[in-house]
């Protein structure tokens, strides 16, 4: 099986055990339909990993990548998108997964991630990921540090980061740097884009700078014409059209109204989970509950690819849970058959 099939299968994902989600493809086209969905949202899970974290659209991932942190990777001619499952940070913690990781001809690592809600010790986490990538790509003998490869880590915020606040770029580069502020290492570079400053400061923005382009493609696709479109490049009438929901599969379809239906749900859970928390002044309950939301989004996309007999590798690599999380899942999806 290929890459592409492989990802057509993999794009089946349906919540059978949620009597609400059980869609046939009229009722997809149906919400479709009276959503006026025309086009994928890129900053979806589904979007975001179909669009930039596949085989066949690495031509794409490749121009944002030179075009958003080529000045300091130099120019990307090729990648490899490598396993993104990291081992446990702390002992008999589970494994954790990243959104996109890829690896490029010059063996330097890349880090893409999306971040939709707000988490306490991103950053931390961040680095924590970094130096994992680090010391994945590190090749054993005897001159093992002449090997340690670069990492790169591209993030996209669609809240404002609080370590940035009160500033009103929307685009950091993270280096480390000496007493006299000049750059020490680009050995591991983190970049920050904060969607939200962007899209306010986008009235004075120019459209015609190809990586203002891409971070309104990425953000307002959905409000672009096809008559703009064409007068763009090829690379982004191609990143156009693999939005456009007309072009996606039944497979695909279904997957991505699941989607939407299951974000909104969580999101909704958040919100009101957030409001409570504020009430209570309990920061440390909506943390709980942005996390517990992100992960009942996970098992629900799981459960959804289990039960339409998907292998435990690939619905793992598409979920982000691990595959003994998998195996239990996989228990409950075959009680539910019966």
């Avoid at 009229?26 to 994928?40: A, C, M, N």
């Avoid at 330097?108 to 991103?122: A, K, T, V």
């Amino acid at each position: 099986m290929n890459r592409k099939e492989e990802y057509e299968e993999a794009s089946l994902g349906v919540e059978r055990s949620t009597k609400q989600l059980e869609l046939t493809k009229q009722e997809v086209d149906t919400i479709i339909s009276e959503r006026g969905l025309v086009l994928i949202d890129p900053l979806s899970d589904f979007g975001f990993k179909r669009l930039l974290g596949m085989e066949r659209n690495k031509e794409i991932t490749i121009h944002l990548l030179n075009t958003l942190i080529g000045e300091d990777t130099g120019l990307i001619t090729d990648i490899t998108f490598i396993e993104s499952e990291m081992v446990g940070f702390l002992p008999g913690k589970r494994k954790v997964r990243l959104d996109i990781h890829c690896k490029t001809q010059n063996s330097d690592h890349i880090i893409i991630e999306m971040q939709r809600e707000g988490q306490r010790y991103f950053v931390s986490r961040l680095r924590v990921y970094t130096s994992h990538s680090t010391i994945s790509g590190v090749k054993i003998g005897d001159e093992v540090y002449a090997s340690v490869p670069r990492v790169y880590s591209l993030c996209f915020m669609e809240q404002d980061m609080p370590e940035f606040k009160g500033r009103k770029r929307f685009f950091w580069k993270v280096y480390q740097k000496d007493d006299d502020n000049e750059i020490f290492s680009k050995e591991n570079v983190l970049y920050f884009v904060e969607l939200c400053k962007f899209a306010a400061h986008l009235e004075t923005l120019d459209l015609t700078d190809e990586k203002n382009l891409w971070l309104y493609m990425l953000t307002h696709v959905a409000d672009i014409s096809k008559k703009e479109v064409r007068k763009m490049s090829p690379i982004f009438q191609r990143f156009y059209n693999e939005c456009l929901i007309s072009n996606l599969t039944d497979m695909e379809k279904k997957i991505y109204v699941r989607n939407v239906l299951e974000y909104a749900d969580v999101k909704e859970s958040l919100m009101c989970e957030r409001e409570e928390g504020i009430l209570q002044g309990i920061e440390q309950g909506r943390e709980e509950g942005r996390e517990e939301g992100r992960e009942v989004e996970k098992r629900q996309l799981a459960r959804n690819m289990l039960a339409e007999g998907l292998e435990p590798a690939t619905v793992a690599k598409i979920s982000g849970l691990t595959e003994d999380e998998i195996l239990a899942l996989m228990q409950d999806v075959s009680s539910q058959r019966r």
